[in-house]
């Protein structure tokens, strides 16, 4: 289950595991609130992330903003959610190669 941040400030730093560098490069690529990063999504998100630079961001990155979205530190991300993430991740941007 997908949850948003509650707070008064909407900005996308202030999801868990989200830090500002992050939440930097996010703004890089049109993502700059929690609302932002609910509608696109964690695997949106890390596709346009890598299409700008693909350094900038590692499946360590995808889990901490999948994490972040359902209120949990990204060490606690469930394996199955994990393995589901990196086949969606393979369809959407990456192709065959992860």
Known sequence: MVKKNRG???????VKNIGP???EK?????ITTVDDLHEVGAIEAYCRLRRLNP??????GLYA??????????RD???????????KLR????????
């Open 65 to 74: 903003m999948q994490a972040g979205l359902m209120g949990i530190d990204w």
């Open 26 to 30: 996010l703004a890089m690529v049109g």
């Open 91 to 98: 369809l959407a941007c990456l192709g065959p190669s992860l």
């Open 55 to 60: 350094a900038f961001i590692s499946l360590v």
């Open 8 to 14: 008064l400030d909407n900005s996308v730093g202030q």
């Open 77 to 87: 991300l469930p394996g199955q959610i994990k393995t589901d993430l990196k086949e």
């Open 21 to 23: 560098k992050t939440a």
